[in-house]
C-alpha cells in the first residue's frame, strides 16, 4: 500500500492552541507587566542629569525600551492569532472529514439504490430482466 496522505490530529491541535494561549498569558504577558510596572516605578538614571549627552542616552534608552515593549505587544496579540486559528483550522478539518464521510456515504446509498434499481428493472413488455 502507498504512504498515507496529509493527517492532522485536531485534539493536538486543540491541544496546542490552547497551551500556546496559556503560555503567552501566564509568562509573556505576565512578564511584560511585571517589567512595565518596574520600569514605570523607578525613574531611569540620566534622564535629569545636566549633561546633554547622558540625558541624549537616557532618552534613546526609554525610547528602545518602549520599542521593545511595542514589539513583545505585537508578539502577544500574533500569538493570540495564531493560538485562534490553530482552533478554528481544528474545527475545520473535524467539519471537513464527517462532511467527507456523510458525502461519501451519500454516495455509496446512491451507488446502491442505483445498482438495485438496475437490478431490479424489468422490460415492462416481456417483463424480463433487462
Do not use: C, W
Not at 501566564?26 to 511584560?32: D, G, P, R, T, Y
Not at 515593549?69 to 483550522?89: C, K, P, R, T
Amino acid at each position: 500500500m502507498g504512504e498515507p496522505g496529509f493527517v492532522v490530529d485536531p485534539g493536538a491541535v486543540h491541544a496546542f492552541g490552547r497551551d500556546f494561549q496559556h503560555d503567552l498569558d501566564v509568562h509573556l504577558s505576565a512578564e511584560k507587566v511585571r517589567a512595565l510596572h518596574l520600569f514605570a516605578a523607578t525613574p531611569v538614571f540620566g534622564t535629569r542629569a545636566v549633561n546633554k549627552d547622558v540625558q541624549q542616552a537616557a532618552t534613546d534608552y526609554v525610547k528602545r525600551l518602549q520599542e521593545l515593549f511595542d514589539l513583545m505587544e505585537v508578539l502577544l496579540y500574533n500569538g493570540s492569532v495564531m493560538a485562534q486559528a490553530a482552533h478554528e483550522i481544528a474545527e475545520a478539518y473535524e467539519s471537513a472529514d464527517s462532511l467527507t464521510a456523510d458525502q461519501v456515504s451519500k454516495a455509496l446509498g446512491n451507488a446502491r439504490a442505483a445498482v438495485t434499481a438496475d437490478a431490479d428493472a424489468v422490460d415492462p413488455r416481456t417483463g424480463r430482466p433487462v
